[in-house]
């Protein structure tokens, strides 16, 4: 059982800004009163939880915070991941979105405000392709085994990134990763990801319905964007016959960076590459 004493609040703006810890063995701790350590600890009773959001956070029950609509927030077995249901129709968030989730249950819990879940499940649902149905199609591509499907979205040849927005990007480059930077005598994180390749759309996307079990899905044009961008991937060098520049691209790709076929087993080599 935890306790906590000594609260320490911004003189200006009222905010709770740390708190201690006492923990079951006596020994207190002093903590940030962060999104993510007040639905841990709970500091000021606000929650109607007791003891806080402990079960929520270690990924071990949902929470449901209204009926109409029905709104819905679970943990995944990725700590920065989270499931969100909104009127039936689950998405699942990316780890740069876990600050931005565990605000909105903040508010949902505490204020009884579920528009931040709302909004955040709205954003989703329209930049983002939806798993549940671009997954399964993974093995109608003729070379699946060269796709691994990831948090971030579809990995080819272990190197080249398709994310859950349809973008390209490296494997090093992805942007819900954060990139670290000198500033003066800091270390800072900062956003410094790029598209690899930039492909646009030179012509209206005829819709295509697929059939998953015994439900019919029609693939959105992000769907079929996202999809497009994975097969011209597989085969690159046809669409973008540059062989040097593949030669110098897939040296840390899981092919083999001369020919560009998939290698047979080992790991591809890493030596002279920079980007």
Known sequence: MTEIIDRSYNKDTGELEQFTVVAGDGQPSLVKANTKNVLL???????PFDGGLYE???GDVALVFSEDPETVVAPTGDEY????????RTVETTPNQAEDVLRAVKSAAIDNEIQPLLDVHHKIVKEQVRREVINPLRQTFD??????STESGWLVDDFYLVDWTASMYVKHDNPDEADLIRSGSQVVEAD?????????????????EVRLGEEFFRL???EMFFLAKVNWLLDRRHYHPDQPFWK???KRAAVDWDTGEPEEG?????SGFNL
Not at 81 to 88: S, T, W
Not at 192 to 208: D, G, M, N
Not at 266 to 270: F, I
């Open 81 to 88: 991941c989270y499931i969100v249901r909104v009127d039936g």
């Open 220 to 222: 959105s044009t992000r």
């Open 143 to 148: 070379e699946h085994e060269r796709i691994e």
């Open 248 to 250: 110098f691209a897939d």
């Open 192 to 208: 410094r990801s790029y598209e690899f390749v930039q492909l646009r759309l030179s012509r209206e996307i005829e819709p295509v």
């Open 56 to 58: 929520f956070m270690s």
């Open 41 to 47: 600890y709970d500091p000021e009773d606000k929650l």
């Open 266 to 270: 080992g790991e591809p080599d890493l």
